[in-house]
Structure formats: C-alpha cells, structure tokens
C-alpha cells in the first residue's frame, strides 16, 4: 500500500537560507500535518490542511509558512533558517471523513549549520 | 489544549520479560489514543490503538488499556524481543472533527537478549 512520502529525506542548509520540504499524502487522504521532532523530543504539531485550507495551527514559527495543493501535496517553506530549526520534520496524512488514524512518512531531516 | 504526560522515558528489560508504558491526558473530550513506535531514522509507526468507548485491546504481545474516569491510558508489551526496542509514544486526539495527535513525550525501551 501507498504510504506518505516526504522529500527530500535529508537537506543542508545554511543559517538564514531558506528551505522547502515536500509532503505527498496517502492517495485519497484529505488532511495533512506536519510535525517537528527535535532530537530527544516528541513530535510538536506544526500545522495542519483539509480540504487544501489551512485548519489548524499550532507552534509553528512566523518565519513557516506552508500550503497544500490542489493535487494535495503539502509543502512546509523555512525562510531565515536558524540553527534551531535542525530537526527531523514529520507530514502525516489522515482521511477526516473516514476518522483514520494519522499515517507518518519517513520524515526529512533538517540540519542548519 | 491537551496535554499528555507519558512515564517512564526510559525502560530497560530482559528479553522475554513484560514492559509497561504510563500515559495520562487533561482534556476529557480526548477520545482516541493511539500508541506510535518509532525506530531510529523513522517516522512514528502505529501499532495499536483505543477508542473511549473500549476499555482495553489486545494483538498478539501488545495491549492497550483505557481509564476514562482516570484518565489515563497504557501500553503493555509481553514477552519483549530485541526489536520491539524503540521510542515507544503514545498520543491522544479527538475523532470526528479535527484530528491533531498531541503526543507523550516517549519512551525509550531497550530489551537485552
């Protein structure tokens, strides 16, 4: 079965750069969520797409923005990148309607230097 | 918004022996809880969960038990190999609306053989 795919899987980048990760749902998924998980930490919620509109937010820092397309795909784009923002960042993807549980992908690994 | 409290962060057993995982959460409209394992390098993996309306569930070596008066909620995982060691995190989250995961804050389980 398809699952929820993340690219790239690892990514370099400079303090102040800016970055963009993409996020691929289970085929038919209405909902997307990303997660950053900081070494050691549990996944923080980020924010989250149903439906391609943004339906909830959580700490996700103004220098974060992200979208979902029409064809559902989701990216997170870091701009003013900081050494903090090293993390492994997480999209999940659910089918609100069916009340599935969140399936993860692999995950994109962020290292500022 | 939730909070969820997991204990302990570590947990270290002999393989064959039975580990037992501790979640509590603060909002009583909590009514799914999902347990997420999570290997190094990996996004979380579900491997079981509950709903409110179910007081506890079995597959094979792994249980999950719900208190809804308590509010807390545990895994159990009987004769432990070597791969079931992992971060083990449990999660809690609201069905039928927006479903945003707010996770524990994990437990690393290390089996000996």
């Known amino acids: 079965a398809a699952g929820v795919i993340q690219s790239p899987r690892h990514l370099i980048k400079e303090k102040r750069e800016t970055a963009t990760l993409k996020c691929y749902p289970i085929?038919?998924?209405?909902?997307v969520y990303w997660y950053q998980q900081g070494p050691g930490q549990d996944p923080q919620f980020l924010i989250s797409f149903y439906e391609k509109m943004q339906s909830d937010k959580g700490s996700i820092p103004d220098r974060f923005s992200a979208q979902q397309f029409s064809d559902y795909h989701s990216e997170l784009n870091m701009s003013s990148l900081e050494l903090g923002d090293s993390a492994l960042y997480f999209c999940a993807s659910s089918l609100r309607t069916g009340n599935t549980e969140a399936f993860f992908g692999q995950g994109t690994r962020l290292t500022v230097v | 918004g939730e909070n969820v409290e997991q204990h302990p962060s570590t947990l270290s057993v002999q393989e064959g022996d039975s580990a037992v995982i501790k979640c509590t959460y603060s909002?009583?409209?909590?009514?799914?809880f999902p347990w997420y394992k999570q290997e190094l390098g990996k996004g979380p993996q579900l491997i079981i969960d509950?709903?409110?309306?179910?007081g506890e569930k079995k597959d094979q070596r792994i249980a999950v038990t719900l208190n809804k008066t308590a509010k807390h909620f545990s895994l159990h995982i009987t004769e432990t190999q070597p791969e079931d060691s992992a971060v083990y995190f449990c999660a809690a989250s609201k069905e039928g609306g927006s479903y945003i995961p707010t996770f524990g804050r994990g437990t690393s389980l290390i089996v000996h053989p």
């Open positions: 085929p038919r998924h209405d909902t």
């Open positions: 509950i709903r409110s309306n179910v």
């Open positions: 909002d009583s409209a909590s009514n799914y």
